[in-house]
Every structure is written in C-alpha cells, then in structure tokens.
C-alpha cells in the first residue's frame, strides 16, 4: 500500500517562501509520477505541478516561475520549493502518487494521496 506523507506548510507573508515535501513509502514499482495539487474549501483540487521518475515536469499557470518540483528517488521524497508566495496561493497542499510515466495535473490520473499540508500567506 503506498503510503504518502506531506510536511512543510506553515504561514508565511506574502513574498516569503516554503518548501513542502512528501515522503512516500509502500511502492513496489520504480516508475511512478507524483504530483502537488492543492484545493480551497468549496472549489475543486487543482493539479499545480507533476513530475515523473525520468524528471520530466509539467507545471500549471499558476506556479511556472514561482514554484519548483523536484523528486530525491533514492529517499523516495517529492518537493515542492515555492517562491514569491502570494495570498492567493492559500490553500490545503497534497502530494499525489500514479503509477505511470505521465506527468498529469489532472486529479483522475492519480490513485494515491497523502492528508494535505495547510499553506496560509498572507498579506
């Protein structure tokens, strides 16, 4: 059973910066995409970054040239370096496993979550 782990969030002023990560464990393949989505209270997940186990990445709108993905294999840890935080970006943070190459932002195409680590910016 793969088993997903956030850590990272906090509250931060608007400008600052956070790194989020995920520990995964449980896997039984060595190729698996993973991916942040975060989600607001009412409105839908949405997908803002995805990398698979070669590196290729897929970021959404949102977090191009502000947020970084990046994968340690060796750990089996995901990150997410989030630059230039605006209060917008306030939100519940989740990592997200698949086992496949692809490099999604779409939640359908992830069958693993972790619980979500709350990131507050404010103003």
């Known amino acids: 059973q793969v088993q997903l782990v956030e850590s990272g969030g906090g509250s931060v002023q608007a400008g600052g910066s956070l790194r989020l990560s995920c520990a995964a464990s449980?896997?039984?393949?060595?190729?698996?995409?993973m991916g942040w989505f975060r989600q607001i209270p009412g409105k839908e997940r949405d997908g803002i970054a995805s990398i698979n186990s070669f590196g290729r990445t897929n970021y959404a709108e949102s977090g191009k040239g502000r947020f970084t993905i990046s994968r340690d294999n060796a750990k089996n840890v995901l990150y997410l370096q989030m630059n230039s935080l605006k209060p917008e970006d306030t939100a519940m943070y989740y990592c997200?496993?698949?086992?496949?190459?692809?490099?999604?932002?779409?939640?359908?195409?992830?069958?693993?979550w972790g619980q979500g680590t709350q990131v507050t910016v404010s103003s």
């Open positions: 997200a496993a698949a086992l496949s190459d692809l490099v999604s932002l779409f939640v359908a195409d992830f069958g693993y």
């Open positions: 449980g896997y039984t393949s060595r190729r698996y995409s």
